[in-house]
């Protein structure tokens, strides 16, 4: 769950118009609707930004209509559950898909993944969609395959460009953190300020 790059990159300029000097925004997942187009979708991306260039990257990705298909939080900690299994299979097999991308701290709650991604090299990456498209490709194969036909991620993701060291221990502390505010996060169909959440 916490694993951290050992190379050493170099981290984009600051643009001070779109730092964030609160960490990363908790929220990361729009309601997907039938088909998997997302309602209220927006882009993050930066205009006219090379993201394949060496950095470390941010991301999340957010199971279809918020299912808690991946993990369950047990005292503030990550139990996988078989699609999560596989799911988490995927995400540590991206570094032999990808020479040279190296995985930092990353989280399967029950219905996203949070996850720092590292390009360390200048040298040629793949584009971030081209890894995080992989991604869900290969694991949304995998899951179906394993009993679950309809297995599926939201059609967007979200990114955020990590810009110092200290930006990144932020992201570092905001995803191992994540499981134990799992009560209050949007993000939980159960919170009762989220759009899905339905009265028991």
Not at 8 to 28: D, I, R, T, W
Not at 156 to 176: A, P, Q, T, W
Request: include cysteine.
């Amino acid at each position: 769950m916490n694993t951290r790059s050992s190379a050493l990159f170099f981290f984009a300029s600051p643009e001070p118009s779109l730092s964030y000097a609160q960490g990363p925004s908790p929220n990361h997942c729009h309601r997907a609707g039938r088909h998997g187009k997302d309602h209220d979708r927006h882009s993050v991306r930066l205009r006219n930004y090379d993201y394949s260039r060496a950095g470390a990257y941010f991301v999340t990705v957010c199971v279809q209509d918020k299912q808690c298909l991946l993990s369950h939080v047990v005292d503030n900690g990550i139990d996988l559950s078989s699609a999560g299994q596989i799911v988490q299979s995927v995400w540590d097999s991206l570094p032999n898909r990808f020479p040279g991308l190296e995985l930092d701290a990353h989280v399967l709650m029950p219905n996203h993944v949070h996850g720092v991604i590292v390009f360390p090299d200048r040298n040629e990456n793949a584009p971030l969609g081209e890894v995080v498209r992989t991604f869900k490709a290969a694991s949304t194969r995998l899951v179906r395959t394993a009993g679950m036909p309809d297995f599926a991620w939201q059609r967007s993701f979200y990114e955020h460009v990590i810009r110092s060291e200290i930006e990144l221990d932020r992201v570092r502390e905001y995803v191992v953190g994540n499981p134990a505010k799992w009560g209050m996060d949007r993000e939980n169909p159960e919170h009762p300020g989220t759009r899905t959440w339905r009265a028991r």
